[in-house]
């Protein structure tokens, strides 16, 4: 109950339905505040408890200082949790060994239940091995079963083991899409109360759902075990940076464009742990598809949450998706009760503001690395030409450009581009050559886009066209079509449209997150065989989010996000060389040239498609019984219980040693002297370089150990799909094939130079695979640090990033700055995130890695504060005090506690 110290208790009648609320109006200042600020404040006037969260805590929302920098700590209560397989898998199986140690510690092993509800959907594990064919979703949905049979034996244990937890089986949809479609409450209702729906996720795409004016974020999965047993988030009141849209979009542009567009000026701006909030005359002309497609991209622009108030549309969505008339009816009456209806005329009070005339939105893709590096579509082959020669050849890496012997200098043809034409024998004869630049891969996937029924017609329009004049996809174009849910088949189907995404080799290979996040399958084997022989620079386009280094497909350098519609261009044209907007890309049955203009559709071809094939008795047919699950799901056999059954030769999921030799009494925090350095890492090192993801390599320590447990290479699966077995995800951490650890210069991938055999190598020490390293470090009793450069873990919300990291034995990361998720996972691993001094950096200090350092000051953290700053010094004589990013209270009490899991269960046991 709460402490309801603002008198703001009160009722709200909807129809026949009466619900208990808090009125913000109660908070002096409400009025004034934006919307996201808002929610925070009914979330705490709720939850006021007189301890945790107090008057004043509500107080200090109410009387924000927008100008301000955050300093006020608030606990935030999320009305529920959602999960996608890789980080829900982790999270179920810690929740099943929090159990074991809670009976260990002489509790109560029910305790360990989600007290918040709980929701996991089956999205990641689908690969896209079979393409182009008719049967190619079936074929995929058969391997996925095969491969991950334990793991999803393990999921449905747990649906039956944890109160308020369901999941959603495979071959459903993408988690985001899923979550608006049929998930989000937009205002939740639960034990006769109304109050908006806030979550968070384990995705750091839960800001899909910001579009529908559901405020939530994606978090480690180590936060979201604590949200689910009842934790609230701790966390600064942010600075909001209000986002003003006027005018429309142009006819030409889409979605994808739009939001690479605010992306790059979000980036630029730099929005990193503030809320972004949309507001203005634009919003009402956006649709509720394309505030959604925003909303998912805040992870790329850096920003916490990036969210839409409620309005008319958001009813609409509501209505067409299939929410129940009291639903819709209670989330318009709720929000126009409590100010949280859209006034497109109003000017909240907004830390900093931000402008955008949707009518200046042109064209564009990003890449070849990163999605906010924008590319005006019309520049899109020009500027190919100059990134393709930081893929060729050898690298130079403190000039920065490529450097050749000039008898190795590449081929360039008549423009001056890097050229290496390669034949390729298909299958059935046929010849073809490649180059630098061909397009490998053309994939409409992830949930950014497939959410969006606007660039999805528009793609089976120009792929209808396309077939129409007598286009086919070049022969060595992987094409794969992975829709975010079952109804973007269903309005194809009733569009007539599905045969001419069949033709051009676009079918379905399955409901899931496929190609943005690694699991694009294999390339044809005649195609990667030539691709890797003569070290081609070749290219993938995809309607994803993501495009970072080694993160699409290990044959692949260079990739590029796009709208679906020139996905399917792309795969026509072949080629990135290719200037789409002014070449032809492809001729027609007579010969003749075809250009990108002939067969991109109107916006009115798009809206009449849109407006006729989509219905709300799709979503209703789709979601009818969306926790059953098929026959193959329901047929899975399970252990009882309320415990879980450890298969002591599972190679899927094992017990990790969090809690070995744990006691209900905290050890003192100590400072750390003598540690090696792991890892000497530049900037923008992701959660992606550092997190086990993509395929396993037979010759890696994850594939021997896999070889060692007598499992075929052709079963190794993805590390996605073993995130549940710790064995495997540390010797996958810090691997990703395009990780550069300057300690080893000259190498990719995850090496180190390992100082415990230092009598072994020449010039101090040999380079050794960074699990072997952490291996024999450990068993020397060595601690070890990371030192990285700016935006340390910047990327998605994978908390293997963090517990492999802590695994390893590193205590402490020394890097520049920190993405949000990643520091805090961090430290809910009992990792301690440092920050060099203000302009010093690994560079300026003169560090090398050789270095054995030593960290003081950590101690002070014992007398209950947070010591602004630590000292750091090594043995050859460099001395600096480094910046303590343990940023509020309740974080410090995760890191005494050696871990945020230690303190829930502590806290549980104490109960």
Same mark, same amino acid.
């Given at each position: 109950m709460s402490a309801n110290s603002f008198n703001a208790r009160s009722t709200l009648q909807v129809g026949d339905e009466s619900y208990e609320i808090f009125r913000l109006d109660k908070v002096e200042g409400s009025a004034r505040l934006p919307y996201s600020l808002k929610v925070l404040l009914e979330n705490l006037l709720r939850t006021e408890d007189g301890a945790n969260i107090t008057a004043d805590h509500i107080r200090a929302i109410g009387g924000w200082d927008s100008q301000a920098q955050p300093s006020q700590e608030i606990q935030f209560t999320p009305a529920r949790v959602i999960m996608q397989d890789f980080t829900g898998v982790p999270c179920v199986v810690d929740l099943a060994t929090m159990r074991e140690a809670v009976k260990e510690l002489g509790g109560n092993p029910a305790k360990i239940n989600p007290l918040a509800p709980a929701e996991l959907v089956i999205d990641h594990s689908v690969i896209a091995d079979k393409f182009g064919t008719n049967d190619a979703f079936a074929q995929n949905v058969e391997l996925e079963y095969g491969r991950n049979k334990e793991r999803y034996q393990f999921l449905r244990w747990g649906q039956t083991a944890f109160d308020e937890f369901k999941v959603v089986p495979p071959g459903t949809g993408i988690v985001h899409q899923v979550n608006i479609e049929h998930l989000a409450r937009s205002i939740m209702v639960r034990n006769g109360q109304a109050y908006p729906d806030t979550l968070v996720g384990t995705d750091s795409h839960t800001t899909m759902v910001n579009g529908l004016g559901v405020l939530g974020w994606g978090v480690g999965g180590i936060e979201a075990e604590a949200a689910m047993l009842g934790q609230p988030v701790s966390m600064l009141i942010p600075r909001v940076v209000g986002f003003k849209l006027t005018g429309e979009l142009t006819p030409g542009t889409t979605a994808t464009d739009l939001v690479l567009t605010i992306t790059e000026m979000l980036r630029q701006h730099g929005v990193v742990g503030k809320f972004v909030e949309f507001y203005g005359e634009g919003v009402a002309a956006t649709s509720?598809?394309?505030?959604?497609?925003?909303?998912?991209?805040?992870?790329?622009?850096?920003?916490?949450?990036?969210? !839409?108030?409620?309005?008319?549309?958001?009813?609409?969505?509501?209505?067409?998706?299939?929410?129940?008339?009291?639903?819709?009816?209670?989330?318009?009456?709720?929000?126009?009760?409590?100010?949280?209806?859209?006034?497109?005329?109003?000017?909240?009070?907004?830390?900093?503001?931000?402008?955008?005339?949707?009518?200046?939105?042109?064209?564009?893709?990003?890449?070849?690395?990163?999605?906010?590096?924008?590319?005006?579509?019309?520049?899109?082959?020009?500027?190919?030409?100059q990134d393709v020669r930081n893929y060729v050849g050898e690298a130079d890496e403190e000039a920065g450009k490529e450097s050749f012997p000039a008898s190795d200098a590449p081929a360039v043809d008549h423009n001056g581009v890097p050229t290496k034409p390669t034949q390729v024998t298909a299958p059935d004869g046929t010849v073809y050559e490649i180059d630098h630049g061909a397009v490998t891969v053309a994939a409409i996937t992830s949930c950014t886009n497939t959410s969006n029924p606007y660039v999805m017609v528009a793609a089976a329009l120009v792929a209808k066209k396309a077939v129409e004049k007598g286009l086919t996809r070049k022969p060595w174009v992987k094409t794969t079509l992975a829709p975010g849910s079952k109804v973007v088949m269903d309005y194809y189907d009733r569009a007539g449209l599905t045969p001419y995404l069949d033709k051009l080799g676009f079918n379905l290979v399955g409901y899931g997150c496929t190609t943005c996040i690694g699991n694009s399958g294999p390339l044809p084997e005649e195609v990667s065989q030539a691709v890797n022989e003569a070290d081609l620079a070749v290219t993938s386009v995809l309607s994803g989010n993501r495009n970072f280094e080694g993160r699409i497909n290990p044959d692949v350098k260079m990739n590029y996000l796009a709208s679906p519609p020139l996905v399917v261009a792309y795969a026509i044209a072949g080629s990135m060389k290719v200037d789409i907007t002014k070449e032809a890309i492809g001729k027609d049955t007579e010969g003749d040239p075809v250009y990108l203009k002939d067969i991109w559709p109107s916006e009115a071809e798009v809206n009449e498609v849109v407006a006729s094939a989509i219905g709300q008795d799709m979503f209703a047919t789709s979601y009818e019984d969306v926790f059953a699950g098929d026959a193959q799901w329901q047929a899975l056999p399970i252990p009882t219980g309320n415990t879980f059954e450890w298969d002591a030769e599972s190679t899927y999921v094992r017990k990790p040693p969090y809690?070995?030799?744990?006691?209900?009494?905290?050890?003192?925090?100590?400072? $750390?002297?003598?540690?090696? &350095?792991?890892?000497?890492?530049?900037?923008?090192?992701?959660?992606?370089?550092?997190?086990?993801?993509?395929?396993?390599?037979?010759?890696?320590?994850?594939?021997?150990?896999?070889?060692?447990?007598?499992?075929?290479?052709?079963?190794?699966?993805?590390?996605?799909?073993?995130?549940?077995?710790?064995?495997?995800?540390?010797?996958?951490? !810090?691997?990703? $094939?395009?990780?550069?650890?300057? $300690?080893?210069?000259?190498?990719?991938?995850?090496?180190?130079?390992?100082?415990?055999?230092?009598?072994?190598?020449?010039?101090?020490?040999?380079?050794?695979?960074?699990?072997?390293?952490?291996?024999?470090?450990?068993?020397?009793?060595?601690?070890? &640090? $990371?030192?990285?450069?700016?935006?340390?873990?910047?990327?998605?919300?994978?908390?293997?990033?963090?517990?492999?990291?802590?695994?390893?034995?590193?205590?402490? &990361?020394?890097?520049?700055?920190?993405?949000?998720?990643?520091?805090?996972?961090?430290?809910?691993?009992?990792?301690?995130?440092?920050?060099?001094?203000?302009?010093?950096?690994?560079?300026?200090?003169?560090?090398?890695?050789?270095?054995?350092?030593?960290?003081?000051?950590?101690?002070?953290?014992?007398?209950?504060?947070?010591?602004?700053? &630590?000292?750091v010094t090594t043995d050859t004589g460099v001395e600096f005090d480094a910046k303590v990013r343990i940023d509020t209270p309740g974080e410090a009490d995760y890191y005494r506690n050696g871990g945020i899991m230690q303190y829930v269960l502590r806290s549980l046991i104490r109960k």
């Open positions: 509720l598809a394309n505030r959604a497609t925003i909303g998912n991209m805040s992870p790329e622009f850096g920003s916490t949450a990036a969210i !839409f108030p409620i309005d008319g549309e958001t009813l609409n969505y509501l209505k067409l998706t299939g929410r129940s008339e009291q639903q819709v009816a209670l989330v318009e009456a709720y929000a126009k009760e409590q100010g949280l209806w859209l006034d497109p005329a109003a000017e909240p009070d907004f830390s900093e503001k931000l402008e955008l005339d949707l009518s200046t939105v042109v064209p564009s893709i990003a890449g070849p690395k990163r999605p906010q590096d924008r590319i005006v579509l019309a520049e899109a082959a020009q500027q190919f030409s809690f070995e030799g744990m006691t209900m009494e905290t050890t003192p925090v100590e400072d $750390i002297s003598g540690a090696r &350095v792991l890892a000497k890492l530049g900037d923008s090192v992701t959660t992606d370089h550092i997190s086990p993801a993509g395929a396993i390599k037979a010759d890696t320590p994850a594939g021997k150990y896999l070889t060692e447990h007598g499992v075929e290479r052709r079963d190794f699966n993805s590390y996605g799909s073993r995130r549940g077995n710790h064995e495997v995800m540390i010797r996958g951490t !810090f691997a990703n $094939i395009r990780l550069r650890n300057q $300690i080893a210069p000259g190498t990719e991938g995850g090496f180190t130079r390992d100082f415990t055999r230092a009598a072994e190598g020449e010039g101090g020490a040999p380079v050794s695979f960074i699990y072997d390293a952490s291996q024999n470090y450990q068993a020397a009793g060595i601690p070890l &640090v $990371i030192l990285a450069g700016k935006e340390y873990g910047s990327g998605s919300s994978r908390d293997w990033a963090a517990k492999g990291t802590a695994l390893l034995g590193v205590k402490a &990361v020394v890097a520049e700055s920190y993405e949000r998720i990643h520091r805090s996972n961090l430290i809910g691993m009992g990792v301690l995130p440092l920050q060099f001094p203000e302009g010093a950096s690994a560079l300026t200090l003169g560090l090398t890695g050789e270095e054995t350092f030593s960290i003081t000051g950590i101690t002070a953290l014992n007398d209950g504060g947070i010591p602004e700053t &630590v000292k």
